[in-house]
C-alpha cells in the first residue's frame, strides 16, 4: 500500500465536506478522484501532502 485514508471527517465551520472518506491505493495503481465542483477534491489531495487540517480519521502514506 502507498496510501491509506481511513474514515476522514472535514468541516469548515458548519460544513461538513467529508464525512467518513475512505480509500486504499496500491504500488502501481492509478487512481482518481471525481466530483461535483466544490465537492472537497482539492481539499483531500491537500491533506494527503498535510497542507490541509481534516477533523477526524487518519492518512497512512507508505505505510
Given at each position: ?25 496500491k504500488k502501481n495503481e492509478i487512481f ?32
Amino acid at each position: 500500500m502507498v496510501i491509506k485514508a481511513q474514515n476522514i471527517i472535514t468541516k469548515f465551520g458548519e460544513k461538513i465536506v467529508h464525512d467518513g472518506v475512505s480509500f486504499e491505493i496500491k504500488k502501481n495503481e492509478i487512481f482518481g478522484i471525481l466530483g461535483s465542483s466544490g465537492s472537497g477534491k482539492s481539499v483531500l489531495l491537500k491533506q494527503m501532502l498535510m497542507l490541509e487540517h481534516f477533523d477526524g480519521g487518519e492518512y497512512e502514506i507508505l505505510g
